[in-house]
């Protein structure tokens, strides 16, 4: 006789898999939520994001910057942490004396460009700077920002300092790596000079914490129109009445720093009035109103040649100042205009 088996619930066969169903589900959950690690806190996940570079010309030109040191042999101008505003930090004056760099009027933001300089992901922001005047220093400089997003310096890129003289305004440029290119002349223009100039494109890198050249020419090629010209001199001395007038020399020197070289150099006096000529030693003088001229042979390639000129004065005259200029002949653009001119200091001797 066959038993009948007591037939079975929908409810008594789910209680029977429930087990089984629990199994796979715990199986198939993360190890962090596992019956061994439940209540512990999850770690979250940190990711290393750079801060954004990217300044935008506006906001870059109504910052606060680290601006680094001008040039020595270049148009001066303040450095440092400076405000602008519209673009611009004005400089106070500051008289200089003849032969040495003027100061510019402002420091001026003239571009920027935007690229991963130092290779963490996100862009850095180039900034062209001017210190300007009638044309005047130039220099490349990277800025990013910190984590709180404050703007702070990368670097400074190249500046307009030796045979460089000027950074084309349009030209700075990233590469996709990472390397800033611009144009740098060999000589800066300004108001309705036409002189010729040489570009050259070059390029510069964040390397070990500062910015180096990694491509294009290293070396400025000879513009035949321009010229390194500087001229020095000491005091002119005069001595003891004799005669009703005072006697000295002064010493003109005229150095050949680079560029093409002059065949001759003109030095040109402003006398004062009551200082004249004397001494046999003159060459041909050229005369205008308010100057008088000699032409000398010009110093060798590279080098420097001392003139020594001989003056009387009045006895009666106070010591004054002679201002000097020389000129290239053939005429020649001066590559640091401010280097051809000198004042001689006049003082008397008892």
């Not at 505003?85 to 106070?92: E, K, Y």
């Not at 003239?110 to 300007?132: F, I, K, N, R, S």
């Not at 180096?212 to 400025?220: F, H, L, N």
């Not at 005069?238 to 720093?257: E, F, N």
Request: glycine content about 10%; hydrophobic content about 35%.
């Amino acid at each position: 006789m066959e038993l009948s088996r007591p037939s079975r619930s929908p409810e008594s066969s789910t209680r029977r898999r429930l087990p089984g169903l629990l199994a796979v589900l715990m199986a198939s959950l993360p190890l962090a939520v596992s019956p061994q690690t439940a209540g512990v806190a999850a770690v979250p996940v940190s990711y290393d994001v750079a801060p954004d570079g990217h300044i935008p010309l506006a906001t870059l030109r109504e910052a606060t910057l680290d601006v680094p040191a001008w040039p020595a042999d270049d148009v001066q101008c303040t450095s440092g942490r400076l405000r602008f505003h519209d673009g611009s930090s004005p400089v106070p004056p500051h008289p200089v004396p003849d032969g040495q760099p003027p100061y510019g009027d402002s420091v001026l933001i003239l571009g920027a460009t935007y690229g991963d300089v130092d290779h963490d992901g996100a862009d850095e922001t180039v900034a062209l700077l001017g210190c300007m005047i009638e044309g005047g220093s130039k220099q490349l400089v990277a800025y990013d920002r910190d984590r709180a997003g404050h703007i702070v310096p990368l670097g400074q890129v190249t500046v307009t300092t030796g045979p460089i003289r000027d950074i084309r305004d349009a030209s700075p440029r990233f590469s996709p790596a990472g390397v800033v290119t611009a144009l740098v002349g060999d000589y800066q223009r300004c108001c309705a000079d036409r002189t010729p100039q040489i570009w050259q494109t070059r390029g510069y890198a964040l390397r070990d914490g500062r910015f180096e050249q990694v491509s294009g020419p290293d070396r400025m090629p000879v513009n035949r129109h321009v010229t390194d010209l500087q001229v020095t001199t000491g005091d002119l001395e005069l001595g003891p009445a004799t005669g009703g007038y005072r006697t000295g020399g002064v010493d003109v020197t005229i150095t050949h720093r680079h560029g093409a070289h002059p065949s001759k150099v003109t030095v040109w006096f402003y006398a004062p009035p009551g200082l004249e000529r004397t001494g046999p030693g003159w060459p041909p003088v050229i005369t205008r109103p308010e100057s008088f001229g000699v032409t000398v042979a010009a110093p060798a390639a590279g080098g420097s040649v001392t003139h020594r000129f001989t003056f009387r004065q009045r006895a009666t005259t106070a010591g004054s100042e002679l201002p000097v200029e020389i000129i290239p002949v053939p005429a020649m653009s001066p590559a640091v205009p401010w280097s051809t001119s000198a004042t001689v200091q006049i003082r008397t001797t008892h």
